[in-house]
Every structure is written in structure tokens, then in C-alpha cells.
């Protein structure tokens, strides 16, 4: 039950297809997901299609501040949560 391995678990070990994709916290894998697998799988959110580009993220016409310094130019994939809008 992934609520109450989140909610109970002191590390979480996410697996896709027998293999160890990431494995940490609850707050590491909600809030740096290892990549896109892991963070549909822990779930509550929507990804988009985005590009990075001079410090900026894109989403269609919006623009916002890069987050992360280890983004580099180029397409992207932002997961968004509604506690995060």
C-alpha cells in the first residue's frame, strides 16, 4: 500500500521490472523523484512536456525560474502536484 508506506516507512525502495530505481525517504522520492517512472508511481501529479532554455522553464507559453541548477538546455518533463500550484 503506497499511503502507508509513505506515511509509515523510515526508506522506500521503488522497483520497475525487478530493477532498483531509487530507493530513500518518502520526502526524496516525492520530492526529487529518481525519473519519470518513479514519479508517476508515487503519484499525484500530471507531467508536461517542457523546455529549459537560459535559466528559464517553459511549459507552452509560460515561462517560470529554473529551480534546479543541474537542468540543462534542451526539451524537459515537469512534474507538477496540486500542492505545488
Do not use: K, M, W, Y
Not at 537560459?54 to 541548477?69: D, E, K, L, M, N
Request: net charge negative; with cysteine; charged share 20%.
Amino acid at each position: 500500500d503506497q499511503d502507508e508506506a509513505l506515511a509509515l516507512a523510515d526508506r522506500i525502495a521503488v522497483l520497475n521490472a525487478g530493477r532498483l530505481v531509487q530507493a530513500g525517504s518518502a520526502s526524496a522520492l516525492l520530492d526529487d523523484p529518481a525519473d519519470e517512472f518513479v514519479a508517476r508511481f508515487i503519484g499525484g501529479g500530471i507531467v508536461l512536456p517542457a523546455s529549459v532554455l537560459g535559466g528559464f522553464v517553459r511549459i507552452g507559453t509560460q515561462a517560470c525560474p529554473r529551480i534546479r541548477t543541474d537542468l540543462h538546455d534542451g526539451p524537459a518533463r515537469v512534474l507538477l502536484r496540486p500542492h505545488q500550484i
